[in-house]
Structure formats: C-alpha cells, structure tokens
C-alpha cells in the first residue's frame, strides 16, 4: 500500500470514529485531526493514538492545522453538530452554511490536490456546495450519500427475511433525508429478484412493503439519535469502506452523493447514486433500470437538494 495521508475536519463523534475505523482498517499512514477547539482535536488524537500498540500496523495520528492539507491524500469533512432529536437532517442546513462560510477559504488557501469526501448534513447540499466552490472535478469530491443507509436497509431487510445481510443486494437513492428511496425492483437475494421471493411466500415475504422499508430506513438515524444522541459507528465504517476502495483501487460501487449531468435524467443537483470507486475517486456512474414509480420518487428527491442548493447559494454568495 503506498503512503496515504487523511485529513479529517471535525473531532467530534462523527470525525473520531471515522478515524477510529481508518485505523483499524490500516487505511493511512498518517491520520490528522483539525478542528476549531484545537484542545479536543490533540485529546482526542492522543486518545486514538494510545491503542496504536495494539494495531497491526504503525498509524501516525496527531492534530493539525489546515496546512496539512498540502499534501494530503484524502480530505474527509466531519465539521459541525450532531443531529437533534425531532431534527431533519435539512434542519441543519443554516448551521451547516456558516460552517462552510468558514472553512471553504481555508480550504482554498491550501495546495489540496486529493479526493474530498463529505459527510456534514445535510450531505448532498454540503458535498456539493464545497464541490463548486474548490472547484473541484466532480468525480474527486462526493459526499457519502445512501452509503449508510444502504447499510441500513440490509440490516433492516435480514430482520424482515432472514437472509443474511451480504446475500441481499440492496441500496437506497437520492437525498441522505427524508425524501430518498428504495427502488424495491432492483433488490435481490442469492441472485433472486425479491419481488420474485415475495410471491413465492407471500404469506411471509409477501407482506413486506416498500411503504415499511422506507419509513424504518429513514427513521433508522433518529432512532439512534433518540438513544445516544448521535450516530457515530455506522458512518465510520462506511466512510472507511469509501477509503479502502481508493486506497486499493477496488472497483467497488458504492451509493454516494455525487453531481449528476444527465445521468438518470438529472442535471445541477448531486444526489445518492451507485458509483464505481477507484483510485482516482469516482470512475463511473453506474445507471440501473428503474420503475417509473420509482424514477419519479428519484426525481422527487433531486428537486428537494435542488431547492436547498438554491439556497446554498444566496447564502454562500
């Protein structure tokens, strides 16, 4: 593995357990944390650096300054609050915009040549408005989009079937929020279409709805949210998961939040889509067949980033 540097921006749970995960992973070489309380930033990097002992592999992991990102490899954005109880992710949306108001010329004032992955919420808006204003290839800076919530709906579809969760082949679409989707056709199991399963069992699997699946994937956050008052572990190991498909040149598809200019008929808007990751980043928007139920509910969700990407940019401007 060659020498990888990450830059995290943001200590708290979310950035620390993304580190956490890189760690584990042997993902960096070099893992520095930045943040606006630069005491939390080297405690917590101190914290995270005591279990380097008990790693398979030597992980330099310190605090930082936005200077590290000269020469880094990777540029992960965890900067800001944790989602509130009773919160929507776009209810973060102004605290998000003054975050950005402050890093983005720091950003910028640096040599930063790598792939920026995104994470703050709401994280199409966010993934795209830092895109935009770097100035950054689209295929090089993406947010992590349905990548956790694709987890979910696996999870939440072993609960449902039985089926282990890597013999379902199943991920979600759209906006990281509320108005993201499903598309029920495209889920599979050993290979088997699962519309075709439900009608073989229909008095099991054949009472499993995309209206249930839907609600318990966009509610799966907040149920965390309401018990612990953050979720931490899950995007960890996906954004982890993102990393190591760069680092090892995988070929890998992930569902991540990425500009579209005409894939699935849309255009302006950055949305969870499944997306082939390599070394250089993005390598190819991968475009399935859809339902025309299912393409209207995607189109849907676009509009709904496309509107707060209107937004974004009064404020930003």
């Not at 914290?47 to 936005?66: E, F, N, T």
């Amino acid at each position: 593995m060659k020498q990888t540097k990450i830059v995290i921006l943001g200590a708290g749970h979310v950035g620390t357990h993304c580190a956490l995960s890189l760690m584990f992973r042997s993902l960096a070489n070099e893992i520095v944390l930045i943040d606006t309380d630069e005491e939390k930033a080297k405690s917590q990097a101190l914290d995270l650096d005591d279990m380097g002992a008990c790693l398979p592999a030597k992980v330099v992991i310190r605090s930082g300054s936005y200077e590290d990102l000269d020469d880094a490899d990777i540029l992960v954005n965890a900067i800001g609050r944790s989602r509130k109880e009773g919160e929507t992710r776009l209810d973060m949306f102004g605290d998000s915009m003054e975050r950005l108001k402050d890093i983005i010329p720091k950003i910028q004032d640096t040599k930063f040549r790598g792939i920026l992955i995104s994470i703050t919420n709401p994280a199409d808006v966010v993934g795209e408005c830092l895109r935009k204003a770097l100035g950054i290839e689209r295929f090089r800076c993406f947010s992590t989009g349905t990548s956790l919530d694709s987890l979910r709906i696996k999870r939440i579809l072993e609960e449902k079937t039985g089926y282990h969760r890597n013999s379902i082949e199943a991920f979600c679409m759209g906006e990281h929020g509320d108005s993201q989707i499903v598309p029920l056709s495209r889920v599979s199991v050993g290979g088997k279409p699962f519309a075709k399963l439900q009608k073989e069992y229909p008095d099991t699997l054949g009472k499993i709805t995309i209206e249930d699946l839907q609600d318990e994937v966009r509610q799966a956050g907040m149920t965390v949210i309401i018990g612990k008052k953050s979720t931490e572990f899950g995007i960890g190991i996906a954004l982890s998961g993102i990393v190591k498909s760069i680092v090892y040149d995988e070929k890998r598809i992930w569902p991540l939040s990425v500009h579209l200019d005409g894939e699935y008929g849309q255009k302006d808007v950055a949305a969870g889509v499944p997306a082939v990751i390599g070394a250089d980043g993005i390598e190819e928007i991968v475009e399935i067949d859809l339902t025309e139920e299912e393409k209207s509910q995607f189109a849907h969700s676009c509009d709904v980033i496309r509107g707060y990407l209107k937004k974004a940019k009064e404020m930003l401007s």
